[in-house]
C-alpha cells in the first residue's frame, strides 16, 4: 500500500526548531513535487514549501528565511526545517506529493496526503 507519512511534529518554545520528515513507502517508482501545507485550528489549510524532483523550491512568505524544504530521494523522503518558530507557526503539519507508481507496464502519477502531524510553539 502506498503511503505519506508525516512524523517529527511536537512541542516547542518560541525560537526553536523542529525537522519534519515526509516518507513515501510502498512500490514506488519516484518522488516528484511535494508540498508541505499546513492547518492551524479555525483556519483554512494554506501553502508553506513546495520542492520539485529537480530540488527547486518556493516557499510562502510567512516562512521565507526560516523554514527549509529538502529531500533525499534515496530514502523516498522530503524534510522540512522549521527554525526560529513563532506562536502562529501552531497548527497541523501535512505533505502533499504527487507519487509516480509502477503500474507494471509503465508509470503513472497519483497525489497522496499524509496524516498530518501536529506542530506547538509556546509563547
Known amino acids: 500500500q502506498v503511503q505519506l507519512v508525516e512524523s517529527g511534529g511536537g512541542l516547542v518554545q518560541a525560537g526553536g526548531s523542529l525537522r519534519l520528515s515526509c516518507a513515501a513507502s510502498?512500490?514506488?517508482?519516484?518522488?516528484?513535487?511535494v508540498d508541505w501545507y499546513r492547518q492551524a485550528p479555525g483556519k483554512q489549510r494554506e501553502f508553506v514549501a513546495t520542492?520539485?524532483?529537480?530540488?527547486?523550491?518556493n516557499y510562502a512568505d510567512s516562512v521565507k528565511g526560516r523554514f527549509t524544504v529538502s529531500r533525499e530521494d534515496a530514502k523516498n523522503t522530503v524534510y522540512l526545517q522549521m527554525n526560529s518558530l513563532k506562536p502562529e507557526d501552531t497548527a497541523v503539519y501535512y505533505c502533499?506529493?504527487?507519487?509516480?507508481?509502477?503500474?507494471?507496464?509503465?508509470?503513472?502519477?497519483?497525489?497522496?496526503w499524509g496524516q498530518g502531524t501536529q506542530v506547538t510553539v509556546s509563547s
Open positions: 502533499n506529493g504527487v507519487l509516480s507508481l509502477d503500474t507494471g507496464w509503465g508509470t503513472r502519477d497519483y497525489s497522496y
Open positions: 510502498g512500490n514506488i517508482f519516484s518522488i516528484k513535487t
Open positions: 520542492i520539485t524532483s529537480g530540488g527547486s523550491t
